[in-house]
Structures are given as structure tokens and as C-alpha cells.
């Protein structure tokens, strides 16, 4: 993993206010022990942090978060005025580390915050979830003289798509686990690192859905944190997903006397790491195990796709991230003995531009027409079950492939709170500690500009007249429909 810095955003974030106030749930797991330990790591070319600094750096993984000149509209949210109700972790760090890191006081208060793209929890969420996550201008990119149609595009989409969405949910329980996961992971995390001694609040923060990404920061510095190690929970960097999230943090972070004085380590991406690596290939060979003839079982690979245009235009590491993840997988299950079929497809498309192929239900139909008769698939690019794997995989591509003449078909579960991936994370927050610097508070590119009320009325009016007229239209919204669903 490379090691760069990233200076702040110029993205124009606007601190709107939450079109609705919910009771806070749980999102901070919190420790206090002794921070004693397990720095002298923290140089491992597997586990190199991403350091958030005020120098400039020319890596690829900078130029992809400076080179999205954005502006995020407003999130439906709730009041971030909220008491925590969470001991905070109080560490003091031995003379010894602390001499040989760098100085400090003699108190720290650190803090991991885990960043995940959030899912609805109810039906009735669904809608204002969808809304949340095409308003997000990392999802859907449009040219600069059409963002003022970011938001109105967006809510005729969440629109039309909530129906199909819903009854996917409804298939799952009514809802997404992935909060409920995600707060697990916290825990296990919090006590992994208190193994190691040391102490850590856990923080949760999602993109599209409570708890936000927002609220987390709050709390963080509601509790005076002293240092922030930001772990994305997607083992591969894309422009959609980490790169989406850290926008969000440089933006709220450069507006904000203490947060800019914060250290802080982002892990940008761990797909490399052995301990991810080794939790894959066991879960796999697990598996594999139930088939009655385990050696002609192709394991299938689905990973979550992008637009081809985020990996040509817009230099996204993550389709060179994602085969180097499936090799690396491959060679730990080589050097157990196991030399099987594999294939990797992208599944989760949306819209009418290209994604990365080769596409996974095409795939499927493929290798069945082929005569593949066991297939072994592997969410590889989840690390906690959710719609795209309790529905999507599931239920529509298994129905998919067993039409498609496979006869033996399995899941390889999504890791979750897998011991040895869990210590492994624990493990890169402890690397990544030492790397900790203050974010950047430089607001002088050329990109930013003011809020105008003025002309934020004008392209809204506009934008929401353009969007009647499409609601309006059955031909335009039946290509619309035939395009994106």
C-alpha cells in the first residue's frame, strides 16, 4: 500500500439543515487501557497508512480525491446536537514510544472512526436512502455545467427505483443488516485493539444513512479525541466508495478549528493484507469443503462494479486493486493445495453507461452454458452482508445460475467479525498510528467558490421544473425507467 498525503478538498460543502431528528443509536465502542504496544510494525509495505496533511503529494490515490471538483448537496439527516452517553478511552503513552514516535502529551485520547455506505433499516427509509446516495455527486458524475441538476436527478431516480428496491428488502427482513454488523465489527474491533493495549474509541460513521459520517465527527469531537486513525471498511480504494466518504471528512474537517489541528491516518485501502488475504482463503476453503467433489467447484468471484468512466477518465486504482485482490487470494489457496477454476465478474450495475465487465449475471449464463456444473461464489469485495449479497447473490443469481444448467451451488459468507480479520484490522490502525497528521486547512483553490443563495434558487427552480416535466412524460420516463432499472 503507498504511503501519500492529501492536502484539503475544494469541494463547496454546505451544512444544510436534517430534515428529520431520530433517536441516536449506538455508534461509538470505547476502551481504556495503556497504549503500550505493537507500534514497532508500523512500517510493513502491507499496511502503509494514507497520512491527511497540508503537504502536497503527486500519487495516484491524491490526484484521484483533488481531481474531483464536486460540490456535495445536502443529505436528508437528523440533529447531530446529541449527548453521548460512552466512557471515553484515555491512553497515556509510555516515555519510550512516545520518544520514539513523536511528541505529545502526556495524555491521548485516540479514536478509529470505521467508514461503511450505510443501508435503510425500514422500508419507509428506503426512498430517502436512494435520494441520499444518487445526491452523492461520486455516484452519479455529472458534467460541471449540470450539477445544479445533482439533486432534482436524484429524487427522480430514488423515486422511481424505491418500489424495486423495497421488494428487495422486504425479501431480506425489511431492511438492511448492515448497521447492525457494522456495530458489531466496532465492538470486536474496540476489544482486538484493547488485547493489544490499546485503548480506542470506535466510532461507526455511514455515508448514506444514520449514523452519517457527520454525526461521527461530532461525537469525535465532542469527546476531544487526540489522534483519528479512518478505516473505510472497503478493502479496495474506488472514487465510490473511500474516496466518496473522505471527501466528506476533508470538507468538515478543513471548516472546523479543532478537527483541522486533529492528527489523522487514513488506511486507504488492506486488500493486501495477510490477515485479509489468509480470512478469505479460509472462509474458501471452508466451503469448498461441503461440495462432494470440492476440486471441480469453480470459485466465482462477484465484486461490486463501477463505471468504466471512474477507471479511464478518472484514474480509479480499483478494477488493478480488485484482480490483484483475487490473485493474491488465489496464491494463498495454491499454497494449500488447492488449484481450482476461478473467475471474476462485477455485479450491482445501474444506469445506462458502462461498467466494468465482464458483468456477473452474463457470466453466470456463460459458464452454465460451458457446463460448469459447481460453483463456489465469493462476495469478495463485502465484508458484511447486505442486500447485495443476502438478495442480489442470493436469491437472483443463484436462481440465475441454476436456471443456467449449474447443478451445485454455494456462498462463501461475508466476513463480518471473522477473528483473524478483525485482529488484522486492529493491527493496521496500530501501523497507522504513528503516520497521524493534521489535516490541511488551505481553502485557496481556484475550484472553491462562495454559496450564492441568488443563483442556488435559480438552478433548483429550474432543476425541479426540468424534473416535473420528466415525471410528466411517460416516454421520457419509460426510456428513463428502461435505462437505469
Known sequence: MEAASLSGSSLCYRNDRFSRSIPRGRYIAS???????????????????????????????????????????????RNLNLQTDCAVGVCTFPENVAESHHSHSAEEKLGVLLLNLGGPETLNDVQPFLYNLFADPDIIRLP??????????????????????????AAIGGGSPLRKITDEQADALRMALEAKNVCANVYVGMRYWFPFTEEAIEQIKRDRITKLVVLPLYPQFSISTTGSSIRVLQQV??????LSRLPVSVILSWYQRQGYIRSMADLIEKEL?????????????????????YVEDAGDPYKDQMEECIY??????????????HTLAYQSRVGPVQWLKPYTDEVLVEIGQKGVKSLLAVPV???????????????????????????????????????????????????????????????????????????????MFFGSILAFILLLTPRLVLAFRNGFF
Open 31 to 77: 476502551a481504556s487501557r495503556n497504549f503500550s504496544d505493537g507500534l514497532n510494525d508500523f512500517d510493513k509495505p502491507s499496511s502503509k497508512p494514507l497520512s491527511i496533511s497540508s503537504s502536497d503529494s503527486s500519487t495516484q490515490n491524491h490526484s484521484l480525491l483533488k481531481g474531483l471538483n464536486l460540490s456535495y448537496g445536502p443529505i436528508q439527516k
Open 144 to 169: 460541471r455545467l449540470l450539477r445544479f441538476l445533482q439533486r432534482p436527478l436524484a429524487k427522480l431516480i430514488s423515486v422511481l427505483r424505491a418500489p424495486k428496491s423495497k421488494e428487495g428488502y
Open 253 to 258: 474537517f478543513k471548516e472546523d478549528a479543532y
Open 289 to 309: 469443503g461441503k461440495f462432494a467433489k470440492p476440486e471441480e467447484v469453480m470459485i466465482f468471484f462477484s465484486a461490486h462494479g463501477v463505471p468504466v468512466s
Open 328 to 341: 493474491l487470494i488465489m496464491q494463498e489457496l495454491k499454497a494449500r493445495g488447492i488449484g481450482n477454476d
Open 381 to 459: 469485495s463485502f465484508v458484511s452482508e447486505h442486500i447485495e449479497t443476502l438478495e442480489e447473490i442470493d436469491m437472483e443469481y443463484k436462481h440465475l445460475a441454476l436456471e443456467s444448467g449449474i447443478e451445485n451451488w454455494g456462498r462463501v459468507p461475508a466476513l463480518g467479525c471473522n477473528s483473524l480479520f478483525i485482529t488484522d484490522l486492529a493491527d493496521a490502525v496500530v501501523e497507522a498510528l504513528p503516520s497521524a497528521k493534521a489535516m490541511a486547512t488551505s481553502t485557496d483553490d481556484a475550484e472553491e467558490t462562495e454559496f450564492d443563495p441568488l443563483s442556488y434558487v435559480v438552478k
